[in-house]
Nanobody, 125 residues
Framework: QLQLVESGGGLVQPGGSLRLSCAAS????????IGWFRQAPGKEREGVSC????????IYADSVKGRFTISRDNAKNTVYLQMNSLKPEDTAVYYCAAGTLLRLCVLSGIEYDYWGQGTQVTVSS
């Protein structure tokens, strides 16, 4: 059974860092595009970053560019999202998703067919 499990969320002060993990089971991550998305209360889901399977290329939303880094460890079948210089507006539930038919990733969630359960990130002093 194909499954994605996020971890690494928590409470952090503004300016702090967190690293989210997205571990896959039932399939090989490097054959799929992987995206990170987030949803804050009362707001629409937002694409944060993604990494392509074909060439490892990455895309970042303007709101996180220069602060977040997505990476993939094929040996561990895990994708990471390193988040630095966190701001209160980064507070949201973060989800990872796999696009098993995508070779080049996109930040549109509709293109992804498997989703994790989400992990809460709260940035507050």
């Amino acid at each position: 059974q194909l499954q994605l499990v996020e971890s690494g969320g928590g409470l952090v002060q503004p300016g702090g860092s967190l690293r989210l993990s997205c571990a896959a089971s039932g399939f090989t991550l490097d054959n799929s595009a992987i995206g990170w998305f987030r949803q804050a209360p009362g707001k629409e889901r937002e694409g944060v970053s993604c990494i392509s399977s074909r060439d490892g290329s990455t895309i970042y939303a303007d709101s996180v560019k220069g602060r977040f880094t997505i990476s993939r460890d094929n040996a561990k079948n895990t994708v990471y999202l390193q988040m630095n210089s966190l701001k209160p507006e980064d507070t949201a539930v973060y989800y990872c998703a796999a696009g098993t038919l995508l070779r080049l990733c996109v930040l549109s969630g509709i293109e992804y067919d498997y989703w994790g359960q989400g992990t809460q990130v709260t940035v507050s002093s």
